[in-house]
Every structure is written in C-alpha cells, then in structure tokens.
C-alpha cells in the first residue's frame, strides 16, 4: 500500500484560497485518492475523491497530475471554520479497509 | 441528520471491566468500521466488517472483539478493559464496492472517548 506525505502545519488566511499537497511516489493503478477533515473530538468527514486529473465537488478540488505520485486538495476562500486536520488517503479500488491513515496536515486560518 | 451514531461520547470504565461499544448506521452500508485514535499514532483499524456475522481482524485487533449481528449495527467489545486502551474509538461505514472502479467515502461516527482507570 502507498504511503502519504503531507506537511504536519499550514497557515492561512480568511478568503484565500488553501492548497494542501501530498505525496504517494508508490501509488499503484488500482489506487485511488480520498481526502478527509477532522475537527476536534469528532470524527473525520469525507471531503473529495478521485482516481487522475481533476475532481471538484462543492466544498474543494482535487488536482491530480498525470503519473499519480501527488495530489493537491484546494480549498477556495476559506473561513474560519476551514481550520481542521486534512488526511490524505491511498487505497485501492478492489478493497474498502485497506488503507493508511497519516498524520494529515493540521490547517490553521486566522482572521 | 445524523448517519452514523455510536452510543456514548464519553465513557469511564475501571480496568478488567467487559466494555461494549455500540454504533448504528442508518445508510444500509455493507462495510463497518471500527478505528482507535491516538495523538501521534493517527487513525488504527482494530476490526472490519463486510457483511452480516462477518469480521475481519484490523492491524491492532489483540484485547478486542466485535460482533455483527444485524447490518446496521457493529459492536466493539473489550473483553477486560485495560488502561492502554484509553483512547478515542471512532465507527465508520462505507459502501461495498461494485466492482466498475466506484468507491465511496467513509462516513464516520462523532467518536467515544473511552478512559480505563
């Protein structure tokens, strides 16, 4: 199974436009990519998902290049309540448990 | 609006107790979940279940059992609890595959936190 990558901390701001990028240099064909959010003492949200280029939903994008190793989740003019842990996910397409969960990327939007 | 609930938020139980966790899923799904969190350690899967009277052992399955008697409904059962096992327990559910490439998300319960005194 893929590893993720991802950065431990972001910052941002009210408005901008928030791009979180992982890396998963092993991704295998029948891999696809999930991203989830945490808030605190709650349960992770499924955000996004998708298999290769470009994938948009009502709360983000996924970008996704041509040889799979990264994805990039963008979160257009984020708010306050943006602030969460974001989890990048590898899995594969014949199987629903197996996937690695990583320390995701705690987003911090200030005012 | 809730899918996903599990029976208690917050929960203390004294070690060697038998402690059961509850979660019930109102979306028919076939697969449920059942994770521990801890800080550093990230999301574990202790045990999985694909069908009815179904369970497939996790990564972390040693202390815990889980029964699946109806779809809509998996326990997380800790024989004798013990106080390593203080942790966040959190239930999922997701849709089978249908074998075309579709896949679904996980959708989570709000979680228990379990201290063992």
């Known amino acids: 199974l893929a590893k993720t990558t991802q950065p431990i901390s972001m910052d941002s701001y009210e408005g901008q436009e928030v791009n979180i990028t992982c890396s998963h240099n092993?991704?295998?064909?029948?891999?696809?990519i999930t991203w989830y959010q945490q808030f605190p003492s709650q349960g992770p949200r499924f955000i996004i998902q998708?298999?290769?280029?470009?994938v948009t939903n009502e709360v983000a994008s996924l970008f996704i290049p041509a040889d799979r190793k990264s994805s990039t989740l963008s979160l257009p003019r984020v708010s306050l309540s943006d602030t969460a842990v974001y989890y990048c996910?590898?899995?594969?397409?014949?199987?629903?448990?197996?996937?690695?969960w990583g320390a995701g990327t705690k987003l911090i939007i200030k005012p | 609006d809730v899918k996903v609930t599990q029976s208690s938020r917050y929960l203390v139980k004294r070690t060697g107790e038998k402690v059961f966790l509850e979660c019930v899923q109102d979306?028919?799904?076939?697969?449920m979940f059942w994770y521990r969190q801890d800080p550093g350690l990230g999301l574990r899967l202790i045990y999985f279940?694909?069908?009815?009277?179904?369970?497939e052992k996790g990564d972390i399955p040693e202390g815990y059992s889980v029964s699946r008697e109806k779809k809509e409904r998996f326990s997380l059962i800790l024989e004798s609890a013990s106080t390593n096992q203080t942790s966040m327990y959190l239930c999922?559910?997701?849709?089978?595959?249908?074998?075309?490439?579709?896949?679904?998300?996980?959708?989570f319960g709000s979680g228990t936190r379990l201290t063992v005194v």
């Open positions: 996910l590898v899995g594969r397409m014949d199987s629903n448990y197996q996937l690695i």
């Open positions: 092993n991704i295998a064909t029948n891999d696809y």
């Open positions: 998708g298999y290769k280029t470009k």
């Open positions: 979306m028919d799904h076939e697969n």
């Open positions: 279940s694909y069908d009815v009277k179904m369970k």
């Open positions: 999922a559910s997701s849709l089978a595959q249908t074998g075309t490439g579709d896949h679904y998300g996980y959708t």
